[in-house]
């Protein structure tokens, strides 16, 4: 085995409540039981870890703290393994990804019926347990996720979140193959995923709503129709495409509290709503969830917050068959600020993808 450094390269967030990073050097970690010990070559950035760093989801138990690394998809190999890891599925040199949850208890109450994103003990890779945006890791060889032969890491970074997560909403939605469903944020990190793997793996008829910069990319993941919503006619067009019926579906995959006031509207009798992104600041109320309303059309709420393990193994086997590919370019950890700064204006398209190595 290839001797190891005595410390590595990590970016962390030095100022938590500003856009601010910092590349540090941080002294190897040692695999405990259970564990294995990964050497990341990249790392996806999402719109979470933003809200994480800015202490701006107000629902979270605690601030973030100066020194912590962020990141939650993060794809590297395994270089070492902990004790009691014999009868582990994975072993040292395969490639595997770390979600979201970096890990859960396994036996509570939501792991036993299936919910991890539930898990009364999870642990949130880069809030209070240590991230991705660094060249080695630690974590449950039970719970890192097989990263099939033949995909490129960078490429299939963003699907071990955003991937995971809108295939989730997908499948918990209710629609089906036919169905049409309306995708606000379609051209974002999660948006332009969901495009891909409703219409070309699901069988999904899209809607892709989004500002008017993101038409192109959210028509070339395979959207049907494509919406503008900066020009306040997304009801009324939704309600034309579908001959005036209105989607079966309709997913949030955008942080905007005002998605969340248009999307009860667009929906057909029976229709879902999949509560997907977490407005920042202060806690608003769907503004157009109307009791009346909801009763006399018979809709329904449902809210993902992660997918599961096999939700995770499903998603990077669209990739593998090539069903879904991510729109993304590489950064260094040194642009980390900057990345961030760029989702902050909105302008950022597709994923941006740290290049750890």
């Known amino acids: 085995m290839t001797e190891l450094p005595r410390t590595y390269k990590a970016c962390v967030y030095d100022e938590p409540g500003k856009i601010s990073t910092k590349v540090v050097d941080l002294d190897m970690p040692e695999p405990g039981p259970g564990e294995v010990l990964i050497n990341l070559t990249h790392s996806g950035v999402c719109h979470s870890d933003l809200g994480i760093m800015t202490n701006r989801w107000v629902s979270l138990p605690a601030p973030t703290q100066p020194g912590q690394v962020g990141g939650h998809e993060g794809i590297g190999h395994i270089v070492k393994m902990g004790a009691a890891t014999e009868s582990s599925a994975v072993k040292v040199g395969d490639r595997v990804g770390i979600k979201w949850l970096s890990g859960i ?32 890791v630690v974590g449950p060889a039970n719970y890192v996720t097989p990263v099939p032969e033949g995909l490129d890491s960078a490429a299939v970074a963003p699907m071990l979140c955003a991937g995971v997560t809108v295939y989730s909403a997908l499948r918990k939605s209710g629609a089906k193959s036919g169905d049409w469903i309306a995708l606000l944020g379609a051209g974002g990190g999660l948006g332009h995923l969901a495009v891909q793997i409703a219409a070309r793996g699901m069988g999904m008829r899209v809607i892709g709503i989004d500002a008017g910069n993101k038409k192109d990319l959210v028509l070339e993941c395979g959207a049907e129709v494509f919406i503008d919503h900066t020009q306040g006619q997304a009801e009324e067009e939704v309600k034309k495409a579908t001959g005036g019926l209105g989607a079966q579906a309709v997913l949030v995959l955008t942080a905007a ?89 909105q302008k950022l398209q597709g994923r941006v993808v740290l290049d750890l190595r």
């Not at 109307?290 to 998603?315: C, M, Q, W, Y």
Request: hydrophobic share 40%; with cysteine; aromatic share 10%.
């Open 257 to 345: 509290n005002a998605a969340y006031a248009s999307g009860m509207g667009l929906l057909r009798y029976g229709g879902t709503l999949v509560v997907v992104g977490l407005p920042e600041g202060e806690m608003k109320p769907i503004a157009t969830a109307f009791p009346s309303i909801i009763v006399a059309k018979a809709l329904n709420i449902v809210g993902v917050a992660v997918g599961d393990r096999r939700d995770a193994i499903e998603t990077l086997a669209f990739a593998e068959r090539g069903v879904v590919k991510t729109h993304f370019r590489t950064a260094k950890m040194e642009e980390l600020t900057a990345v961030f700064e760029e989702m902050e204006s």
């Open 105 to 136: 208890c396994g036996s509570c109450p939501p792991c036993l019926s299936g919910h991890d994103g539930q898990c009364f003990g999870q642990k949130i890779s880069g809030y209070y347990t240590p991230g991705t945006f660094q060249q080695y």
